[in-house]
């Protein structure tokens, strides 16, 4: 009897143990972001223009047996905090979830605030339902990338929690590969490169011609690229050194194609030298010679241009009526654009594509004095166009719709007021 009692007690205490470890092996690890579990840096509205207060890009953030890393993209990943209290994730680049060795993550369950969820799944063994919320799957590391939204107004992804539930790896588990970097000496080198490569692009004297809220342009001595990823630099810094850069471009048509530089998993300025110099010489170019896809992210200054806005936009014109579009995107002009309607300037800028249409986001307008009428067409052309007093064709356009000055139709002069 007392044997019996004691081998049922030691069969209960193995039960026991068996249990607790099918427990175990399952665990659920939390990320509450709106509560701030793990006591993270967050900024406020009265933060706005410090670009680094809650930003957790550089970080290790460990809950339970998941390791949480963060890469930049168009966009910064920061903690925020509204006016109203609620607090979240924004997620503007790419954020990586890996377990511990030995262990494999089957789920994650994400909060969001709003709806705002933009996030994708890169490769590998496992599924995101995105009207739910949900990824399920099997694997070491898997990494949601919020970039494909990161080009619009207002896409962020904000995350209220984030539960990674993780078991025992096992035969099946999905390991990632290795990245593979091609090595680059020069921007033009890159630009060759097949979109979707990682490579390590080296700078020289590269300088930085623009920064707005997709990014930044950066221009060496071979050609220029566009740079969605945010390195925290300025308009007029020179760039030196190794940066990791995925090859991406943007489709806007099948005319119109801009090559991109997009944030990688090694992107940081870590080998990378960036000193200010506030004299960045413009290519100087001929207004015609202006729309051509081989001139985008270049810093290019055309003179002797008149201003137009036909309707709600700026413009400068072609000889032959493509219009230009002026946005100042990057709002460093300190400048207000209505006030060169009708004149004749010089514009300094960052030559680009705006939605629908070839554009210049300026760094500088200075208005020029007009140019001798003889540039126009000669005296008794009658084709019916419309010129500026420059010699730009503004077509066959009713007189009356156009801004106040000088135009030159059917050889004479005409003044609207």
């Given at each position: 009897?007392?044997?019996?009692?004691k081998?049922?007690?030691?069969?209960?205490l193995?039960?026991?143990?068996?249990s607790?470890?099918a427990?175990?092996?399952?665990q659920?690890?939390?990320?509450?972001?709106?509560?701030?579990n793990?006591n993270l840096?967050?900024?406020?509205?009265?933060?706005?223009?410090?670009?680094?207060?809650?930003?957790i890009?550089?970080?290790e953030i460990?809950?339970g047996?998941?390791?949480?890393?963060?890469?930049?993209?168009a966009?910064?990943?920061r903690?925020?905090?509204t006016?109203?209290?609620?607090?979240?994730?924004q997620?503007?680049?790419?954020?990586?979830?890996?377990?511990d060795?030995?262990?494999?993550?089957?789920?994650?369950?994400?909060g969001?605030?709003?709806?705002k969820f933009?996030?994708?799944?890169?490769?590998?063994?496992?599924?995101?339902?995105?009207?739910?919320y949900?990824w399920t799957?099997?694997?070491?590391?898997?990494?949601?990338?919020?970039?494909?939204?990161?080009?619009?107004?207002?896409?962020?992804?904000?995350?209220?929690?984030?539960?990674?539930?993780t078991?025992?790896?096992?035969?099946?588990?999905?390991?990632?590969?290795?990245t593979t970097?091609?090595?680059?000496?020069?921007i033009?080198?890159?630009l060759?490169l097949?979109?979707?490569?990682?490579a390590?692009?080296t700078l020289?004297?590269?300088?930085?011609?623009?920064?707005?809220?997709g990014?930044?342009f950066?221009?060496?001595?071979?050609?220029?690229?566009?740079?969605?990823?945010n390195?925290?630099?300025?308009?007029n810094?020179?760039?030196?050194?190794?940066?990791c850069?995925?090859r991406d471009?943007?489709?806007f048509?099948?005319?119109?194609?801009?090559?991109?530089?997009?944030?990688?998993?090694?992107?940081?300025l870590?080998?990378?030298?960036?000193?200010?110099?506030n004299t960045?010489?413009?290519?100087i170019?001929?207004?015609?010679?202006l729309?051509?896809?081989?001139n985008?992210?270049?810093?290019?200054?055309?003179?002797?241009?008149?201003?137009?806005?036909?309707s709600r936009?700026?413009?400068?014109?072609?000889?032959?009526?493509?219009?230009i579009?002026?946005i100042?995107?990057?709002?460093?002009?300190g400048?207000?654009?209505?006030?060169?309607v009708?004149?004749t300037?010089?514009?300094?800028g960052?030559?680009?594509?705006?939605?629908?249409?070839?554009?210049?986001f300026p760094?500088?307008?200075?208005e020029?004095?007009a140019?001798a009428?003889?540039?126009?067409?000669a005296?008794?052309q009658?084709?019916?166009?419309?010129?500026t007093?420059?010699?730009?064709?503004?077509?066959k356009?009713?007189?009356?719709t156009?801004?106040?000055?000088?135009?030159?139709?059917d050889g004479?002069?005409?003044?609207?007021r």
């Amino acid at each position: 009897m007392k044997i019996s009692t004691k081998l049922s007690a030691l069969a209960l205490l193995a039960g026991a143990m068996m249990s607790f470890t099918a427990q175990a092996e399952t665990q659920e690890n939390l990320y509450d972001f709106a509560n701030n579990n793990l006591n993270l840096e967050v900024a406020t509205p009265a933060d706005w223009e410090d670009a680094t207060k809650g930003v957790i890009s550089g970080q290790e953030i460990r809950q339970g047996d998941v390791v949480l890393t963060a890469i930049d993209g168009a966009k910064v990943n920061r903690m925020w905090r509204t006016n109203g209290g609620v607090q979240y994730l924004q997620v503007g680049g790419k954020i990586t979830l890996k377990a511990d060795e030995g262990r494999a993550i089957k789920s994650v369950n994400f909060g969001v605030q709003n709806y705002k969820f933009y996030l994708e799944a890169q490769a590998g063994n496992g599924s995101l339902d995105a009207d739910n919320y949900v990824w399920t799957g099997n694997a070491t590391a898997i990494t949601f990338d919020n970039e494909n939204a990161a080009n619009e107004y207002n896409t962020q992804s904000l995350l209220l929690t984030m539960t990674v539930t993780t078991d025992d790896a096992d035969a099946n588990t999905y390991t990632p590969s290795e990245t593979t970097y091609a090595e680059c000496a020069n921007i033009a080198e890159f630009l060759a490169l097949e979109v979707g490569t990682p490579a390590r692009l080296t700078l020289t004297d590269a300088q930085v011609n623009g920064a707005y809220w997709g990014g930044i342009f950066v221009e060496d001595a071979t050609g220029a690229v566009q740079v969605t990823a945010n390195i925290n630099v300025n308009r007029n810094d020179v760039l030196n050194g190794v940066i990791c850069l995925t090859r991406d471009q943007d489709d806007f048509d099948a005319d119109h194609i801009i090559p991109c530089a997009a944030s990688d998993a090694l992107t940081s300025l870590d080998e990378v030298t960036v000193t200010s110099d506030n004299t960045l010489v413009p290519t100087i170019m001929a207004i015609d010679a202006l729309p051509s896809n081989d001139n985008f992210s270049r810093l290019v200054k055309v003179e002797n241009v008149t201003v137009t806005k036909p309707s709600r936009f700026y413009f400068i014109t072609t000889s032959d009526g493509e219009n230009i579009q002026l946005i100042d995107q990057m709002n460093v002009g300190g400048y207000d654009l209505e006030s060169f309607v009708g004149k004749t300037v010089d514009v300094t800028g960052v030559f680009t594509w705006n939605m629908t249409r070839f554009a210049i986001f300026p760094t500088e307008v200075v208005e020029t004095e007009a140019t001798a009428v003889a540039h126009v067409k000669a005296a008794g052309q009658t084709d019916g166009n419309v010129y500026t007093i420059t010699g730009i064709n503004l077509g066959k356009v009713d007189l009356s719709t156009l801004p106040a000055g000088l135009y030159i139709r059917d050889g004479k002069k005409h003044l609207v007021r």
